[in-house]
Each structure stands twice: as structure tokens, then as C-alpha cells.
Nanobody
Framework: QVQLEESGGGLVQPGGSLRLSCAASGSIFSINSMGWYRQAPGKQREWVGTITSVGTIPYAGSVKGRFAISRDNAKNTVYLQMNNLRPDDMAVYYC???????????????WGQGTQVTVSS
């Protein structure tokens, strides 16, 4: 069984910064890509960015230049550094990871429970 646990959400003023973390735990053989999505009230879930196993990091256009994703493979953890936050960044942020639980088996997608980011003065 695999779990992803996000942390680091909260209230921040416009222009401020937050750093989200997401740690994967459980029966993990290897982790391929890890990434972040977000969902604002009344809107569909939106892709934010992904970090692949070789470190390639594509971002959504709306966050490019303001957000940065990194990962610590030794800790099975992915981070989302969010700078210059705007009110339209307010959403529940979810992490996702493609995880192999056993050698020879395909990777499957796993999701965290989400963490709220509120951007307001």
C-alpha cells in the first residue's frame, strides 16, 4: 500500500511564498514521475507541473517562472516552491506520483489528499 502525504499549505498574502511538500511512503520499489495538480472552487483539476525521473520539469504556463518543483529521491519527496502568489493561485493542491510497488510490474498513479492554499490579503 502506498500513501502520499502533502504538507505546507496555508494562508499567504498576494506576492508571498509557500513551499509544499509531498512524501510517498509504503511499499515502494521505485518512483517515476512526480508532480502537482490544483483545483480551485468550481473549476476542474488543473495540472501544475511534473518532475520526471531524469529531472525534466515541464510547467503549466500560468505558473512558469513563479513555481519550481524539485524532488529528493532519497526521501521519496517532491516539493513545490510557489513564489509571487496571486489570488488565482488559490486552490487545493494535490501531489501525484507514478510508483512501482514491485520489480516487473507497471507503475501506477497515486494521489495525495490535497492541501489548501489560500491567497488573500
Amino acid at each position: 500500500q502506498v500513501q502520499l502525504e502533502e504538507s505546507g499549505g496555508g494562508l499567504v498574502q498576494p506576492g508571498g511564498s509557500l513551499r509544499l511538500s509531498c512524501a510517498a511512503s509504503g511499499s515502494i520499489f521505485s518512483i517515476n514521475s512526480m508532480g502537482w495538480y490544483r483545483q480551485a472552487p468550481g473549476k476542474q483539476r488543473e495540472w501544475v507541473g511534473t518532475i520526471t525521473s531524469v529531472g525534466t520539469i515541464p510547467y503549466a504556463g500560468s505558473v512558469k517562472g513563479r513555481f519550481a518543483i524539485s524532488r529528493d529521491n532519497a526521501k521519496n519527496t517532491v516539493y513545490l516552491q510557489m513564489n509571487n502568489l496571486r489570488p488565482d493561485d488559490m486552490a487545493v493542491y494535490y501531489c501525484t506520483a507514478d510508483i512501482k510497488i514491485e520489480h516487473g510490474r507497471p507503475a501506477t498513479s497515486h494521489w495525495g489528499q490535497g492541501t489548501q492554499v489560500t491567497v488573500s490579503s
